[in-house]
């Protein structure tokens, strides 16, 4: 998918950012609005370049059996 691509889907679903994954869903990487911002203010052609060229790769996650406290001090910790 293409960085116009995922800000057209950002839009849709009022979403701050997608999660990038591979046929088997496993997570590749984020792409968030800030991204987006970074990326623009660049000049970038959105229709040309592809996310895995400007996502962040290998975000630290948490499975959905992790307590608040642990996303905060993840989150802190990166």
Known sequence: ?????????M??????SVLV???QQK??????????VQFLAG???????VLADVMTRNPVSLGPESR???ALSAMTAG
């Open 27 to 36: 997570l590749l990487g984020i792409f968030s609005g800030r991204d987006a």
């Open 43 to 49: 000049r970038g052609d959105a229709t040309a370049v």
């Open 68 to 70: 608040a406290l642990e």
């Open 21 to 23: 994954v591979d046929d």
């Open 1 to 9: 998918a293409t960085v116009q691509d995922a800000c057209k889907a």
């Open 11 to 16: 839009c849709e679903h009022r979403a701050g």
